[in-house]
């Protein structure tokens, strides 16, 4: 290959290259914008998906042996309550029916129960649990959670009132039905059974006693290769910190040991929202987890709330907290609440109910992030995010843009990480089935069209060096010669055998003779190369390529003629004895009639 021809060719290959680019179609970008950037879906939907592998149920227990005495009746005191009663019916404040009268007597009781009501033995016990769920999330990735204070701990006259609850049903219905049956021929309605009942629920709670209490925090974590079920169990947990419950700083930090790669969620500033932004609280209603008609799977999944940012507030001891109008019930507390972005921008605690118990909604409260900091930092905690939350959350993406086939590997990773992810399986089979189903829209990979791109360029090349050595090729067959009318030489190069070295005779085209008379080129002549033979008469004077000679047409250098050959003289430099049919078409040669 000459320099020129490969300079030619490199210019070439580069412009085919260049128009390959431009022709072929841009590869798709492997995602459609930032790796983290929330896919076209709804807000909730996105930030559900990514928060609530952090988001756990805890569960808060005591166990107690609950004792309290036996009762009886404080004869002489009831002795004058029947008395007074018989001054009423006299007196025709009360109807004289005997219904009536104890009715009025029941309630004088429940009134001042310790008076008429008085403790002996035996004592009677009973094993009892008492507790409550909330909610926590993990905020780093081996096992330091965060949840409410009032989470963790309960003030020692709610919990007599909880244990009583729980312990003393059995108890308060017996001696109300002791107490009834004293009432001899008296048939009780439910009014009389709800005020005998009542005085034994004041009675007994007042004389409970606890022993051997115990005090139980855990964690509701699904087993390994489980999900949001039955798999799941409490995982105990250690409590680090606690501060005051509302309206302190209601805080708590608790730790579970032996844990690696949690999905934990990021921490936000205060300054990230403000009045009028939607805030998003995760958590357990305990209206689901306390309700015995859904599935425990059901009652495992945390549900999310949304509502305004309604306005900052400060309480009397100087602690702020925010209201919003997102709703939240009894078990949400601990929960984190999130702005748009997917960042915690603090902890749901309280909210105001009415007088029937129902939650109100507009009326709940968050402990700002900026506290939870604070309190994370006085223990040297540091929240982090381990590669199960990075991983989990680029394959949600994947999975939000039907990426299915881009998704899978990346949840199996997440697996990998993290045995004991409660959603990742779910994820993994519903990748699949849409793989399955032909629903897969994966942009295909970057190497794939680098190779695509690498083959039309090599094709394209291939063809441009065939056209190159085709044309160059066709540019060695000589051309039939040409002289512009009237002859001379210099219209036309001469062929190779007209340079012959030096000194050797000058040789004819072939087809004709050589004459002995021929002068130098351009000097005229019968048979030279001067007006008489390369002229207007030149090679088209006699038909085929040369004039008579010796009263013989000679047949030029076509097909049909030997090779030409002046005896006694060696071939031209560069003579081809097959050269000379290139010059033209020849007819066949003329019957020769001298014979």
Request: charged letters at 15%; a neutral charge.
């Amino acid at each position: 290959m000459s320099g020129n021809f490969r300079k030619r060719f490199i210019k070439i290959a580069a412009t085919a290259a260049v128009v390959m680019a431009v022709a072929l179609p841009a590869p798709p970008a492997a995602a459609d914008g930032a790796p983290d950037e929330r896919p076209d879906v709804p807000v909730g939907t996105w930030l559900a998906a990514r928060t609530q592998p952090a988001v756990q149920l805890t569960s808060l227990t005591y166990t107690a042996t609950v004792a309290v005495p036996t009762s009886t009746i404080n004869d002489a005191a009831f002795n004058r309550l029947v008395e007074q009663a018989t001054a009423t019916v006299l007196s025709g404040k009360i109807s004289s029916d005997e219904r009536s009268i104890a009715k009025w007597i029941f309630q004088r009781i429940a009134a001042d129960v310790d008076t008429y009501v008085t403790a002996t033995t035996p004592e009677r016990t009973v094993e009892a649990e008492v507790g409550g769920l909330c909610t926590g999330w993990w905020v780093t990735p081996d096992g330091y959670m965060v949840t409410g204070a009032h989470c963790v701990q309960v003030g020692e006259t709610e919990l007599s009132q909880l244990f009583a609850q729980q312990a003393l049903a059995k108890f308060n219905k017996q001696d109300a039905k002791e107490i009834i049956s004293g009432l001899r021929g008296i048939e009780a309605d439910e009014e009389i059974v709800k005020l005998a009942q009542q005085i034994y629920v004041t009675f007994n709670t007042g004389h409970m006693k606890l022993r051997n209490l115990q005090q139980s925090l855990s964690v509701i974590q699904s087993l390994p290769g489980g999900g949001v079920d039955k798999t799941a169990k409490p995982v105990p947990a250690e409590l680090v910190s606690v501060g005051e419950s509302y309206p302190g700083k209601d805080f708590a930090l608790l730790k579970v040991n032996g844990q690696q790669n949690l999905p934990t969620v990021p921490l936000g500033d205060d300054a990230d929202v403000r009045t009028g932004d939607t805030l998003y609280i995760s958590g357990f209603p305990g209206l689901v987890t306390n309700t015995a008609f859904f599935s425990l799977e059901s009652r495992l999944e945390p549900a999310l709330t949304e509502g305004p940012y309604n306005a900052k507030r400060t309480t009397q001891t100087g602690v702020p907290y925010i209201q919003t109008q997102a709703p939240s019930y009894h078990g949400n507390s601990g929960g984190p609440v999130f702005s748009r972005d997917g960042k915690v921008i603090g902890m749901l605690i309280a909210g105001t109910v009415s007088e029937g118990g129902e939650a109100s909604e507009s009326e709940s409260f968050v402990l700002p992030v900026s506290i939870i900091k604070e309190k994370l930092g006085e223990k040297n905690i540091k929240p982090a995010q381990a590669a199960t939350t990075t991983r989990y959350n680029e394959a949600l993406n994947d999975f939000f843009r039907h990426y299915y086939a881009d998704a899978l590997p990346k949840f199996r990773e997440v697996q990998a990480l993290f045995p004991n992810h409660p959603y990742v399986a779910k994820h993994i089979s519903d990748s699949q089935q849409a793989i399955s189903a032909g629903k897969d829209e994966s942009p295909k990979p970057i190497l794939m069209w680098v190779l695509i791109g690498a083959g039309v360029l090599l094709a394209v090349v291939i063809v441009v060096v065939v056209v190159m050595l085709l044309r160059r090729r066709g540019r060695r067959r000589p051309e039939p010669p040409f002289a512009p009318p009237g002859g001379g030489y210099g219209a036309v190069p001469p062929h190779p055998w007209q340079q012959l070295p030096a000194g050797q005779a000058q040789l004819p085209p072939p087809g004709q003779p050589a004459h002995p008379a021929q002068g130098p080129y351009g000097q005229g002549g019968s048979d030279g190369y001067g007006p008489g033979g390369y002229g207007p008469n030149g090679y088209g004077a006699p038909p085929y390529g040369s004039a008579p000679h010796n009263g013989h047409v000679p047949y030029g250098a076509g097909p049909h003629s030997p090779p030409w050959n002046p005896q006694g003289q060696a071939q031209p430099p560069g003579w081809d004895q097959t050269r000379a049919v290139r010059y033209g078409e020849f007819a066949p040669p003329p019957e020769d009639n001298s014979r």
